[in-house]
């Protein structure tokens, strides 16, 4: 059996006295598209941050493709680059143009040229369809390409795996289609995806599996068509009628 | 109409009465005003001519040259500062503190006064550069400490996920602070800087407290000896002329720059 991407091992995270993740275990698969909903406050974001250590895990294990990340021997930032992270306010970086924003850590982390790193990040908004903005500052973008110019931001810099955090909760909901559309598009050509979403319609779609969350642990995991569809616990049920009646 | 009555509108009966009172006190202080006198003491052409060109080529050329060295050295010391403010290392944020307090809790004067005698006295060592190298050094330190602040402030209001999205990306820290966060919060930092500047060309007047040759004076110095040399205030007419003339150009361009650096936002 090969290495998961990602493997969590009896992580828990406290903000200060309060415990955020409970002693989380599970793994994603290379290829594999896993959704993480449930209610706000159930720590989804947490567990996601903690996969690339933007949030320090209190104790537990991370380990992407094998290596424990946790291990303060690793070097964080170059296990970063295989990891893509795509956040709910997108995080474009103002002062720069979307090429600047797709360029600068190739040139400044990957050591590339300015001409390679321009050629990629071309290619790049080509395939999330925004090369038209390239020169633009993202301030002069709708929401749904400034997501869209964040996930090729991500995609420059050749990861293994891709972290989405909520990624459509900012937006307007007629520009949700187009970003979903990209994230689909990655997932059929096999990323590795972790997505914390409210998008339950692009859950059944696209996830292998669905994992459901509340108050810090795991309650439920599976196929989207039985977590989504028939949930055993009640929890999951409550939950689900609640995002359906919105 | 209509229009006429808004345009009578900002004429209240107060305002009426405010400008009427003003002009008549205006014009009795014309009136009453000994316009030879002051003529003679503040605005004497003869006097004025007799400071050209040190006024130009010395006084306000080393104002310029101090108020630059002061504002550049101080602006390095405080980014160190304003960085080490916000480190995770404790020794670091307490030092930087603990200076910040002090400078800016100290008058100006007093912090150039020890550092030109008090060293020299205590370590027998002399900063290099002379009194002037002293007086610079003295108050780069004051502005670092108050630049420091500013530069805090402007990192601090830098949102969060900018630091996040660097670091996602596999950029370090530091590689996120100088390439991400500080082009951003220059920024915001240019409207409180350029006071910092504007401040530090009238903290170069301090100078003279530890003593300037000739060749050394700045502009306020220079003009405090005209003053005494011709019992004649237009020396200060006339420096005054001249710091409008040094910072309103300079105002000016901090405007356009930032309406420059402001085309992302």
Known sequence: ?246 | MATRKRRVGPWSLGTVVAWLITIFVVAMLAIVADWERIGHHFFNLEVAEAMLPQLLTVAARNTVIYTIASFCIGFVLALMLALMRLSSFGPARAFALAYIELFRGLPALVTLILLAFGIPIAFSLRIPGGSMGAAVTGLSIVAGAYMAETIRGGIEAVPRGQMEAARSLGMSHGRTMFSIILPQAFRIMIPPLTNEFVLLIKDTSLFYVVGSTPATRELVKFARDFMSDRRNATPLTVIAVVYLLITLPLTYLVRRLEARVGKGR
């Open chain 1, 1 to 246: 059996m090969s290495t998961p991407a990602i493997q969590i091992i009896e992580l828990h995270k406290y903000f200060g006295d309060l415990e955020v993740l409970k002693g989380i275990d599970f793994q994603i698969d290379r290829g594999e598209v896993v959704c993480i909903v449930g209610p706000s406050g159930s720590g989804k974001s947490t567990l996601l941050r903690c996969v690339n250590l933007l949030e320090e895990p209190t104790s537990g294990q991370v380990l992407i493709d094998g290596i424990d990340i946790t291990d303060p021997s690793v070097d964080i930032d170059q296990m970063r680059t295989r990891i893509g992270m795509v956040f709910q306010q997108f995080n474009l970086f103002p002062h720069l143009t979307v090429l600047g924003n797709l360029t600068i850590a190739q040139i400044k982390v990957l050591k590339r040229s300015k001409e390679e790193a321009e050629t990629v990040a071309m290619d790049m908004l080509e395939r999330v369809g925004v090369a038209d903005k390239a020169h633009e500052y993202p301030i002069r973008c709708s929401g749904g390409q400034q997501q869209r110019v964040a996930i090729a931001r991500s995609l420059c810099m050749g990861p293994e795996m891709m972290l989405f955090d909520e990624p459509t909760s900012a937006l307007d909901p007629e520009l949700v289609g187009e970003v979903l559309d990209v994230m689909r598009s990655l997932a059929r050509d096999g990323m590795t995806m972790m997505v914390v979403t409210h998008e339950m319609g692009f859950a059944k779609d696209v996830a292998d599996r669905v994992v459901f969350m509340d108050d810090g642990v795991i309650v439920e995991e599976g196929p989207p068509s039985e977590v989504l569809v028939n949930p055993r616990t009640d929890r999951a049920r409550r939950f689900l009628r609640m995002v359906a009646e919105k």
